[in-house]
């Protein structure tokens, strides 16, 4: 067992903060130590470790886990397929959930939405313009959009600044008063993959290797379909 004062740190995105949260939390009581779990869009959280901040395991996207290691930041490796994730829509719960389940259906509801929430620097946020416009509703639908830099803009619909949410589902089902409509239609849908590695500097290789072997045992499995994402604890 670790020295309950042994720290663990860790850098993840927004689309898998809840299940890294959770992990976390588990791996503490098994291992007896502290994880200090810290979160962001994933643009900038990219942005912040190639200006310099550091932890010992990160769990983003996978072309940032690439990026880092061709960098030498993240250690070759360690790195692995951590899951994957699918695009959601969003409302406010209690509402009447829009339809969605054809292109023609999908199309409709955009066109009625009184507005429709997005983010800016997350992985799903900079996916919906290029998706809009390759629907050709980019001026359709232009005076409907409200977007936040990042975060969970979910938070959006349930202050009432907006109809839907545009996002990841592990980051719809993280707000509380929002309810998932469900997966956009598969011709517009998008995977979104993400890895883990360990920090070439990292204060705690061991532990952090440790930590990304636990999200393959049988106690961390059923924590990834509860946080809306499919495991992909594969080697790359």
């Known amino acids: 067992m670790q020295n309950p004062a042994t720290e663990l740190k860790v850098f993840t995105s927004n689309a898998t903060r809840?299940?890294?949260d959770a992990l976390a939390a588990e791996f503490e009581r098994i291992e007896r130590c502290r994880v200090s779990v810290t979160h962001d869009s994933a643009k900038v959280m990219l942005a912040r470790i190639k200006q310099g901040e550091r932890a010992d395991a990160a769990v983003l996207l996978r072309h940032a886990i690439d990026e880092l290691v061709t960098l030498g930041i993240i250690t070759t490796a360690s790195r692995r397929l951590f899951s994957r994730s699918r695009i959601g829509l969003g409302v406010l719960s209690g509402r009447p959930k829009?339809?969605?389940?054809?292109m023609e259906a999908f199309k409709s509801t955009l066109l009625e939405a009184?507005?429709?929430?997005h983010t800016v620097h997350g992985a799903s946020g900079m996916y919906f313009p290029k998706m809009v416009e390759a629907l050709g509703m980019t001026e359709q639908l232009?005076?409907?959009i409200v977007t936040r830099p990042g975060g969970l803009i979910g938070r959006v619909v349930v202050a009432g600044e907006a109809e839907i949410a545009f996002q990841q589902v592990s980051e719809i089902l993280s707000v509380p008063g929002l309810d998932l409509v469900g997966l956009i239609p598969p011709?517009?849908?998008?995977t979104f993959e993400s890895g883990t590695g360990i920090f070439a500097d990292a204060k705690q290789p061991t532990l952090?290797?440790?930590f990304i072997r636990f999200?393959?045992?049988?106690a961390a499995d059923a924590l990834f379909g509860a946080k809306g994402l499919e495991s992909a604890l594969n080697d790359l």
């Open 18 to 20: 809840a299940l890294v």
């Open 187 to 190: 011709e517009v849908q998008t």
């Open 208 to 210: 952090a290797d440790a």
């Open 98 to 102: 829009p339809d969605i389940s054809t």
């Open 142 to 144: 232009r005076d409907k």
């Open 114 to 117: 009184g507005s429709i929430a």
């Open 215 to 218: 999200f393959a045992t049988p």
